[in-house]
């Protein structure tokens, strides 16, 4: 996939949207998420969602602290490494879906906003299942020669109504400077929150375009 998040963006608009839908926002993961899922906390996340076969991204891990939770509030939006937090009482509830489906996403997964839908997203040539293993020359051969199946651009791992979240811009931390990220508080009760330091002009300029 692009990394680009405007040529993402347009690859949307042209392979992945309904008639009359428009893409508004578009976000690549750019660290670590990490997650408070009842008493738990995690950085980075633990997954139970099988990662894509794709390289791990050379992200730095979060700080020793972080990563053992050893902090009050919202100390961990000063660690670099953290791109993004869930919050959740359940495992089952949309932002610790989010942790799972980013992490094991690594740097391919997407979120997507329209006018309709708000959407995480995948490269669809990183969900090709793998040709089985063939022993010997000849077998790899015959392997290269088997049609693979055939996969959209991209694949939607996750959507819901665009009213299904609201989106908000929110000061984080506990310095002088603030950290600022996209707060999404879905309508099930769990926040998921996104470190974007132009969270106010991201979503004024998103919901111009609704």
């Given amino acids: 996939m692009p990394k680009n998040r405007l040529k993402i963006g347009e690859l949307a608009q042209r392979r992945w949207v309904g008639p009359g839908e428009q893409v508004v926002w578009v976000v690549d993961p750019e660290g670590h998420v990490g997650s408070t899922v009842g008493p738990t906390r995690a950085a980075p996340h633990p997954t139970g969602t099988r990662p894509l076969a794709v390289p791990e991204p050379e992200w730095p891990l979060p700080t020793r602290a972080v990563a053992e939770g050893r902090f009050h509030h919202d100390e961990w939006a000063h660690?670099?490494?953290?791109?993004?937090?869930?919050?959740?009482?359940?495992?089952?509830?949309?932002?610790?879906?989010?942790?799972?489906?980013?992490?094991a996403g690594r740097d391919e997964c997407r979120l997507l906003l329209t006018n309709r839908r708000l959407a995480l997203v995948v490269d669809g040539e990183a969900t090709r299942p793998a040709a089985p293993a063939s022993g010997g020359l000849l077998g790899r051969v015959r392997g290269l020669g088997q049609a693979q199946p055939d996969v959209p651009p991209l694949v939607t791992w996750w959507e819901?109504?665009?009213?299904?979240?609201?989106?908000?811009?929110?000061?984080?931390?506990?310095?002088?400077?603030?950290?600022?990220?996209?707060?999404?508080?879905?309508?099930?009760?769990?926040?998921?929150?996104?470190?974007?330091?132009?969270?106010?002009?991201?979503?004024?300029?998103?919901?111009?375009?609704?």
């Fill in 79 to 103: 660690d670099p490494a953290v791109w993004a937090w869930a919050h959740a009482q359940r495992p089952d509830q949309a932002a610790a879906r989010w942790a799972d489906l980013f992490t």
């Fill in 160 to 210: 819901a109504p665009v009213g299904t979240a609201r989106l908000d811009a929110v000061p984080l931390g506990r310095q002088v400077q603030p950290e600022w990220f996209v707060r999404i508080a879905f309508s099930d009760g769990s926040t998921f929150e996104l470190r974007d330091a132009q969270a106010e002009q991201s979503l004024r300029t998103a919901r111009a375009n609704l």
